[in-house]
Nanobody, 111 residues
């Protein structure tokens, strides 16, 4: 099983980033895919989720309207488009499929 995130980086407030999660080794198209994040000194928190068919999509309140989760089952990729980023969005972003987690990708929002 592999779950690999990419696309993090340093961005100014108001900027955008697109995170990708490539997964293999489990039935991707049948699995919910979720994004979580962990800010320094804080617990990991849920950000967004998408069902296997993309029919069900949910967001945490503080990212609603700014982040968009999507997936491509043909490529086994889940993405998180993040717009209008704020300093409080800083943290390590993790992808989860079933009970499998990636290693995370760092997102830093700073002027």
């Amino acid at each position: 099983v592999r779950v690999v995130e990419s696309g993090g980086g340093l961005v100014q407030p108001g900027g955008s980033l697109n995170l990708s999660c490539t997964a293999s080794g489990f039935p991707f198209s049948l699995s919910y895919m979720s994004w979580y994040r962990q800010a320094p000194g804080k617990e990991r928190e849920w950000v967004a989720e998408i069902s296997g068919t993309s029919v069900i999509i949910n967001y945490a309140d503080d990212v609603k309207g700014r982040f968009t989760i999507s997936r491509d089952n043909g490529k086994n990729i889940a993405t998180l488009q993040m717009n209008n980023l704020k300093p409080e969005d800083t943290g390590v972003y993790y992808c989860r499929g079933q009970n499998y987690w990636g290693q995370g990708t760092q997102v830093t929002v700073s002027a």
